[in-house]
């Protein structure tokens, strides 16, 4: 049963997490920690909506079944991280989507794998944030990439 993919109904919010319905009734834990790879600021959303989780922890006789989002969307995570790995290179233009801004630059998320554009990539503009929001489609271009370290410079394409 540990490692199985199961799908349930997030029935209720409870002490450290929230109490899961699978299919066929049976009630599971979902760990506050293990809802997703990011912090999510409105958990009571999450109430009532169907998802898939993976099956950390089964004990038979304890009737306890312990639950994970986080570990199907790291899976996931991963593997759009590696394939973008494969196809960046220095030169090359694509899109991205602005994912945080800060005084410095703007991060970009390329598909699982963050980019900095730097504010001096940015011409003449006090703060990134006159120039974009989060969420925010742009056309970027991979100035530097240094696929050990896994950090990518970005320029407006």
Do not use: W
């Not at 109904?9 to 319905?21: A, H």
């Not at 990011?38 to 004990?59: A, E, T």
Request: charged share 25%.
């Amino acid at each position: 049963m540990q490692d199985t993919i199961v799908e349930g109904t997030i029935s209720q919010r409870i002490k450290g997490g929230f109490s899961v319905t699978l299919c066929g009734g049976m009630k599971a834990f979902l760990p506050g920690s293990q809802v997703d790879i990011l912090p999510i600021r409105n958990l009571d959303q999450m109430v009532g909506r169907v998802y898939r989780f993976k099956v950390i922890k089964f004990n038979k006789k304890r009737n306890n079944i312990v639950l994970s989002r986080r570990a199907l969307l790291q899976e996931k995570h991963d593997e759009l991280k590696a394939k973008t790995l494969e196809r960046l290179s220095e030169g090359k233009t694509l899109q991205g989507i602005v994912k945080n801004i800060a005084e410095y630059g703007v991060f970009v998320d390329l598909g699982g794998i963050d980019g900095l554009l730097h504010i001096t990539n940015l011409g003449k503009v006090g703060h990134p944030s006159k120039l974009f929001q989060v969420g925010d489609e742009i056309t970027i271009k991979i100035l530097k990439f240094n696929p050990e370290t896994e950090r990518i410079s970005l320029g407006l394409a």
